[in-house]
């Protein structure tokens, strides 16, 4: 007998832990599988009321007494480089793109290894084995591209080095860009900030209106620099919002957590799924 998945997606709510981006404040998440034929309807639709990716798994920050992680995306239509960003932009000139299927592959596990080790060793990720990262990279149910960058090489018997990656997604208004890391030694150059602005000028090409960053917490070293981007916007109260003043996302204004949980799965506006061409309801 043949079992269908079911049409409506069931969500689920994680266990309260430590926040790894604010001192002494609890996380939570609100998920859902992310798997079969109406994975990429699913993926579109939620990713545009602020949910991620995480191999088979859609997620969204549901915590009980906080509220600091805004989803947000730049408008690539409006997007002007600063005059530093200019400069990230020609130092890091002489890397090439290439994009492909997701597909791991020993060389990125290295960098992957080098860029945990040197930036997060305490993280959540360090202890990542090469087939935990092969899971992370190939693990996709929607259109998702690893996009490599590559230096000339430093080895007189070698063409080029692999110097960052990004795995990204492809949804149907913009890029999400899922996860990056580049060589710590090109620090210097702001690999992460160009990987990103590379994204804007790959979504300018393909017409596609948005790149979605991630999680913006005001309050916190490690996801900070993503309120640097001109034209950007944060999703919060069920809608998406120009980001103008910094100010009125203070860390103190985000001590009050989100809505009950059933108030939030019934707000979540979900495609047809049995006709999947039709917009979500």
């Not at 990716?53 to 920050?61: A, D, T």
């Not at 299927?101 to 993280?123: C, K, M, N, V």
């Not at 591209?145 to 149907?172: G, K």
């Not at 993503?226 to 999703?235: G, H, R, T, V």
Request: with cysteine; aromatic share 10%; charged share 25%.
């Amino acid at each position: 007998m043949r079992h269908a998945l079911p049409l409506v997606p069931q969500f689920y709510v994680t266990a309260p832990q430590g926040c790894p981006y604010l001192d002494n404040r609890v996380e939570r998440k609100l998920f859902t599988a992310l798997q079969g034929e109406h994975a990429v309807p699913l993926n579109d639709a939620l990713s545009k009321q602020g949910f991620r990716r995480s191999q088979n798994v859609l997620y969204r920050p549901s915590c009980a007494d906080c509220s600091a992680c805004y989803s947000a995306r730049i408008r690539v239509a409006d997007f002007k480089p600063t005059r530093g960003q200019r400069r990230v932009i020609r130092r890091n000139a002489h890397l090439s793109r290439e994009a492909s299927t997701p597909w791991a592959t020993e060389e990125q596990y290295q960098l992957f290894r080098s860029y945990l080790d040197a930036r997060h060793a305490d993280g959540g990720m360090a202890d990542m084995d090469i087939f935990e990262f092969a899971a992370m990279i190939e693990e996709t149910p929607v259109r998702s591209r690893v996009i490599e960058y590559y230096r000339p090489s430093d080895n007189a018997r070698l063409r080029r080095d692999l110097s960052a990656v990004c795995l990204t997604d492809v949804l149907d208004d913009g890029l999400s860009m899922v996860y990056s890391f580049f060589e710590p030694e090109s620090q210097a150059n702001s690999p992460g900030t160009y990987i990103i602005l590379d994204h804007i000028e790959i979504a300018r090409e393909a017409g596609l209106p948005y790149v979605y960053l991630g999680y913006w917490v005001p309050g916190s070293p490690k996801m900070g620099y993503k309120a640097n981007y001109a034209a950007l916007e944060l999703f919060h109260d069920g809608k998406w919002h120009a980001f103008d003043d910094p100010s009125d996302y203070s860390p103190a204004k985000t001590q009050t957590g989100t809505a009950p949980i059933s108030d939030q799965v019934a707000g979540i506006s979900l495609p047809d799924l049995a006709h999947p061409s039709l917009p979500p309801r």
